[in-house]
């Protein structure tokens, strides 16, 4: 923590010297109920400590030191996606998230210790380090060019072999050939106000078409775009309980786009979220609560900013059946959830198709399907049967995460629906490359 801090942000101390989630969040919880079926592990489980109530229920018997926080107990408030699907349904304004924020510190304390500083390398080293994301990128394509996961799905024995690492490279996209973006982009003649583009850290890596895209579309819409230095959100390191990690992280962002004007656009849900909760993160840390809020009031999705606008060409037809997956952090945390729609709705040809449970996770939730690979396939699988039967050409969501997710979801399924970012198919029909 930086000078001036006044305690660790995301620990809450329920009295004495123990830490804990804070009781008046806790007691907010009337255990109705109606959360159940807003929450993706009670729905694939069907068990009461999977859902949000059993998890608070277990918080409160911890915080009010009535049971140690075991590895059992931790166990289920770890297999939490953290979607939030629960607050919004919830009827008593429940801070879930807050509560969740609070134990993920502890949680991590519990972890094997190999794990949890394999971890931490991979949060403050890799991550933050766009030349070695961008070399493991390069690898992992040479491997999918060279055959690498056919390989290993002909071979048992090497599947065997490598045990979670196969099932993991399952996940992978297609890694595309990395094209840097501009550090800003050119247009001539009107222009509106600049923005600076968040291009992220593994978004850029797995889904650098899509920034590309971004830029693209903003430039269209008469937007001069810088494309600042930058380093990873850390929402992947304070949602696995680093919050030193992700504080770091924070105060490099806000060094860096300091110098800059206009909004900062964001083109992945998951980072947006994070960037807009900077405010919070550091709100115990004077030297920079100021800061943070000041940052976290220019950031905007790329949906938010594309939907305030007007593009100076008109978009061609697309003859397709779309349906629209709302990532977690963008309907749930950002609350963004009617400029997806109007975007796509404006799309001549395009037929948006109602999709079932269409706010609820896909189960990728940051690192959730390497940490609960298991559990997370199995909240895969229902997503998968709602696409399936909404008959979609097209699956349109607004996350990294949910995409390889989802696409890993259809070709399972054996279904042929094409998954992208909601950029790409907008840049299709307004004349992208």
């Known amino acids: 923590m930086g000078a001036g801090d006044e305690r660790e942000p995301g620990i809450i101390t329920t009295g004495g010297d123990k830490p804990g989630v804070n009781l008046e969040l806790l007691d907010a919880c009337i255990h109705c109920g109606l959360c159940l079926p807003a ?15 059993g998890r608070i229920y277990l918080l409160d018997l911890w915080s009010r030191e009535k049971c140690d926080l075991t590895s ?7 297999s939490c996606l953290g979607c939030l699907g629960c607050q919004t349904a919830c009827p008593s304004g429940v801070r879930y998230e807050a509560i969740l924020n609070q134990a ?81 982009s050119w247009i001539s003649g009107e222009k509106r106000g600049p923005v600076q583009l968040f291009s992220g850290c593994v978004m850029d890596v797995l889904y650098n078409q899509v920034n590309h895209a971004c830029l693209r579309l903003l430039t269209l819409q008469r937007r001069v775009v810088g494309v600042p230095e930058q380093t990873c959100c ?23 786009f300091e110098g800059t004007q206009g909004e900062i656009v964001v083109t992945a849900a998951g980072c ?27 950031v905007r999705d790329i949906t938010e900013c594309l939907d305030a606008g007007e593009f100076a060409r008109t978009p061609r037809p697309l003859p397709l059946k779309v349906a629209y997956h709302a990532a977690c952090h963008l309907h749930h945390a950002q609350k ?3 400029a997806p729609g109007r975007l796509l709705e404006a799309l001549p040809g395009v037929t948006v198709l109602p999709l079932r449970e269409a706010e609820h996770c896909c189960g990728s939730a940051g690192i959730f399907n390497l940490t609960h690979t298991e559990l997370s396939l199995q909240v895969l699988d229902r997503k998968t049967g709602c696409v399936a039967d909404c008959g979609a050409d097209v699956l349109v969501t607004t996350n990294p995460g ?10 399972a399924a054996g279904l042929p629906v094409r998954v992208c970012h909601l950029a790409e198919l907008l840049d299709e029909a307004y004349g992208g490359d």
Request: hydrophobic share 40%; aromatic share 8%; glycine share 8%.
């Open 72 to 78: 059992d107990l931790a166990r289920h408030i770890d």
């Open 39 to 53: 929450c993706p592990t009670y729905l694939a489980t069907g068990r009461e400590m999977e859902s949000p109530r």
């Open 402 to 411: 949910c995409q390889l997710q989802l696409e890993k979801g259809m070709k």
């Open 104 to 184: 993920r510190p502890h949680l991590a304390g519990l972890r094997e210790w190999r794990s949890r500083h394999l971890m931490r390398y991979v949060f403050a080293r890799i991550l933050p380090d766009y030349r070695k994301l961008r070399a493991m990128g390069n690898a992992l394509r040479l491997w999918q060019s060279a055959g690498g996961q056919r390989l290993v799905a002909a071979m048992p024995w090497l599947k065997g072999a490598l045990g979670r690492l196969a099932q993991w490279q399952a996940f992978l996209p297609d890694v595309p050939r990395f094209q840097a973006l501009p550090r800003q």
């Open 234 to 256: 850390g929402a992947l390191a304070y949602h696995a309980g680093e919050v030193d990690i992700a504080c770091d992280l924070a105060r490099r962002n806000i060094e860096l």
């Open 336 to 338: 963004v959830t009617e």
């Open 272 to 298: 947006g979220a994070m960037l807009k909760h900077y405010g919070e993160l550091m709100k115990g840390d004077r030297e920079w609560r100021e800061r943070a809020r000041e940052f976290s009031a220019r």
